[in-house]
């Protein structure tokens, strides 16, 4: 009974942290990276939206959230060495 319990509670938190890290990358990262490419691409990437990006051969959105995870990272990182705390 102890290991079905624990099974339960590791599948909720499972969930649980599929969705925030969902949230984060598909929502944050996006439009972090949206104006990033549209920028790069003066205009033309990514093309008019598409909310069911994930599920189609189209990739656009998931570039985008790429592109919007790298610059919160270099952003991150250059913070770090102006500030002179070091990792």
């Given at each position: ?64 959230s790429f592109v919007g995870f790298f610059a ?12 002179g705390t070091g990792i």
């Amino acid at each position: 009974m102890e290991d079905l319990a624990d099974s339960f509670f590791k599948g909720i938190a499972r969930a649980i942290g599929w969705l925030f890290v969902d949230l984060i990358f598909n929502f944050v990262f996006y439009y972090i990276g949206w104006p990033i490419c549209k920028l790069v691409s003066f205009g033309k990437y990514p093309k008019p939206v598409n909310y069911d990006y994930l599920h189609t051969e189209n990739r656009q959105g998931l570039l985008c959230s790429f592109v919007g995870f790298f610059a919160c990272l270099l952003l991150f990182i250059g913070w770090v060495n102006l500030s002179g705390t070091g990792i």
